[in-house]
T-cell receptor
């Protein structure tokens, strides 16, 4: 069965600094990978997804992620963080049919001014 | 509608009672999912509908949980004999066709508290 590990429970960065959130997955076949963001009291918003092709994926709000098969990783990056980026971030993997997502436990991002 | 609508947004119930949670997906989305998110955790899959039928219900924790989608649109998650451990946020999502790579759209969830 697939699994997702987000090793960082909580990260604090200064506004304007760069950001990298880590995600490692375990899945036997080619994964479908996602990053979602969740603000307090809100639903999950899709930031970006990887299905195939170019391993560097661009998403909304200036985020990008890189799929590295050799490392089973799909880390999320942003070159310059804004205070409004403070939220919970979830990495997820889906099976080939993309019918069911398995989420990591999330990383809470705090942004200091 | 423009997004996935879930009602109620909050529900407090007594242990042992029956509850129903409603999800109204985006119009035309054939796939519908239910997830449960406990405090400090990521969402966990419960059930997936393709049209009116449950294509995968492997995430339902026990037979107290049941979900229906009789007309292929609105879905109801039903929990019998609620327990305090059922307290969580229940999220619904819909998708036009996950097999073509479309991402899911999530609702804001129903926060269920069992006292």
């Amino acid at each position: 069965a697939q699994s997702v590990t987000q090793p960082d429970i909580h990260i604090t960065v200064s506004e304007g600094a760069s950001l990298e959130l880590r995600c490692n997955y375990s899945y036997g076949a080619t994964p479908y990978l996602f990053w979602y963001v969740q603000s307090p009291g809100q639903g999950l918003q899709l930031l970006l997804k990887y299905f195939s092709g170019d391993t560097l994926v661009q998403g909304i709000k200036g985020f990008e992620a890189e799929f590295k098969r050799s490392q089973s990783s799909f880390n999320l990056r942003k070159p310059s963080v804004h205070w409004s980026d403070a939220a919970e971030y979830f990495c997820a993997v889906a099976t080939g049919t993309a019918s069911k997502l398995t989420f990591g436990t999330g990383t809470r991002l705090q942004v200091t001014l | 509608g423009a997004g996935v609508s879930q009602t109620p947004s909050n529900k407090v119930t007594e242990k042992g009672k029956y509850v129903e949670l409603r999800c109204d997906p985006i119009s035309g989305h054939t796939a519908l999912y239910w997830y449960r998110q406990s405090l400090g955790q990521g969402p966990e899959f419960l059930i997936y509908f393709q049209g009116t039928g449950a294509a995968d219900d492997s995430g339902l924790p026990n037979d107290r949980f049941f979900a229906v989608r009789p007309e292929g649109s609105v879905s109801t998650l039903k929990i019998q004999r609620t327990e305090r451990g059922d307290s969580a946020v229940y999220l619904c999502a819909s998708s036009l066709n996950p097999r073509t790579g479309g991402g899911y759209t999530f609702g804001s969830g129903t926060r269920l508290t069992v006292v």
